[in-house]
């Protein structure tokens, strides 16, 4: 029994120096934004912030998929643009100027989780507070000490609404919920109002980093639209077109996927959110509509290409592509600074109601909501519908341009267009010099992705042996 203590002790011990060792020298990929852009970004923030003021943000909350299982976690977006940091339970303060704190002055205060080697052996290394310190360049404590923290209550607070969705770990007296409760005792009173169009301000016109980012997010995603049009057969299930994209995003270092993958087959296409995947078998004669993105470190590509699974467009699919096509086109056109949001929007509508009259699909402009219902641009960045101010286009802004028609099953039009859902979507760079296609790389026109289709695929060889 001592012989067996012993081991446990070394092999403890052993655990505890590599995770100390690990700390000293963590591992920052090459494509990391550093700290100095995050406190640019709360500098930013602190110009907009009147005197004697605090604004505080909250990490976003860990959340259960079921049972002792929760889903990958994925930070507060305004966080992590302020700090860089990753980690669940945290507090950010950004003070409009200097306070003392332990003897020192300091602009911004943030709390987050200590190391403690018992958590880091079973869910992996934390930052802990001298390594937040070092690594993201802030005045950092332990999320264990807000509960004694005085917050000057001379100081006007400003915060977004506090999370709601958020569980209670009665085991840890520093989770997000007790952090929420702490502050809720300490700020007597806080600003709701105004915090929020701050942050969607700032995040709304992006850095030469950010950019670098977003470029690489959406280069991979436009490379997976085009191995996917190099693979896609009859007889391939939907969930089989959504594994090689997002195969593809692993292969070329994306983490995640920015949302969940839209990939709809036939009449799942005139779904807006299909996230289902469900259909087993694509037939020869549906076009396959793909709505997905890749994420890397927090943004987002978001990427829309519809195709013919037999790799040649019907006339019906080729006509109601290429209006979609037209429309795009136009709306793009509009992406220019000092045009106003929805520009884009109301140039597409119009093309595709005219287009849709002339094919006989309606008979007046004005059923053309039924078939194109949605609007054709949000933001793009470290959201898929990214915060931003919707006024008038400012310089190096991107946003999407996504004009659509949907015919389903059952639709009050000749049956010939019935379960033709088409989506033509790419990020668009607005500049001072004019705009540009971020995602021009995968194909758009009906000449181009039918040119693709028939490349080889160095998937065609995949087999599966038979399962007895």
């Known amino acids: 029994m001592a012989a067996f203590r012993l081991c446990v002790l070394l092999v403890w011990a052993t655990i505890t120096a590599a995770t100390a060792q690990s700390r000293t020298t963590p591992e920052k990929p090459s494509d990391t934004l550093d700290k ?3 406190r640019q970004r709360r500098e930013q923030l602190r110009k907009q912030l009147p005197a004697r003021s605090v604004a505080v943000f909250f990490t976003a909350p860990v959340r259960n998929r079921a049972n002792d299982v929760d889903f990958y976690y994925h930070p507060d977006p305004d966080f992590y643009y302020l700090t860089g940091y990753t980690e669940p339970n945290a507090v950010l303060l950004v003070f409009a100027e200097p306070q003392t704190v332990n003897g020192k002055k300091v602009t911004d205060l943030l ?27 802030i005045a950092t404590q332990p999320n264990t000490s807000f509960q004694n923290y005085k917050l000057d209550e001379s100081l006007q607070v400003f915060i977004k609404p506090l999370p709601t969705d958020v569980r209670d770990n009665e085991r840890d007296e520093a989770d997000l919920y007790s952090l929420v409760e702490q502050f809720t005792g300490k700020a007597k009173s806080a600003n ?15 850095t030469e980093e950010e950019l670098r980012l977003l470029r690489k997010a959406i280069t991979i995603s436009a490379q997976a639209q085009i191995e996917v049009m190099k693979a ?54 549906e076009l396959v509509l793909m709505d997905v993105g890749a994420e890397v470190k927090g943004y987002t590509a978001d990427v829309t290409r519809t195709i013919p699974a037999n790799g040649k467009f019907s006339p019906e ?7 979609v096509l037209k429309a795009q086109d136009a709306a793009i056109e509009q992406c220019k600074v000092g045009n ?5 929007g109301q140039v597409a509508q119009d093309v595709i109601a005219d287009g849709l009259v002339k094919l006989g699909v309606i008979k007046n402009k004005s059923e053309a909501r ?14 898929v519908h990214d915060a931003g101010s919707y006024g008038p286009f400012k310089p190096n802004t991107v946003i999407t341009v996504e004009p659509g028609i949907y015919i389903p099953d059952g639709s009050p039009c000749d049956k010939k267009w019935w379960g033709i859902g088409v989506r033509i979507e790419d990020d668009i760079l607005i500049t001072e010099k004019g705009w540009e296609n971020l995602s021009k790389l995968a194909p758009r026109t009906v000449a181009d992705i039918e040119k693709t289709m028939v490349q080889p695929s160095a998937l065609d060889d995949f087999t599966l042996p038979e399962i007895k």
């Open 370 to 383: 039924r078939y194109f219902p949605h609007g054709t641009s949000h933001y793009l960045g470290l959201d």
């Open 111 to 137: 709390f987050v989780q200590p190391n403690n080697a018992q958590e880091e052996l079973w869910n992996g290394k934390r930052l802990g507070v001298d390594g937040a310190a070092t690594t993201l360049g």
């Open 340 to 344: 106003q949001f929805f520009a884009p």
């Open 232 to 285: 896609m057969k009859p007889g391939m299930s939907e969930m089989e077109v959504q594994g090689i994209h997002e195969f593809v995003y692993k292969k070329y270092g994306a983490q995640h996927v920015g949302y969940p993958s839209i990939v709809g087959a036939g009449n799942n296409g005139c779904v807006l959110h299909y996230i289902e995947s469900g259909k087993p078998s694509i037939t020869n004669n």
């Open 36 to 38: 100095e852009f995050h």
């Open 192 to 206: 709701l109002t105004g915090l929020e169009q701050v942050m969607a301000q700032l995040r709304e016109q992006k």
């Open 317 to 323: 699919q080729k006509a109601i592509y290429e209006l």
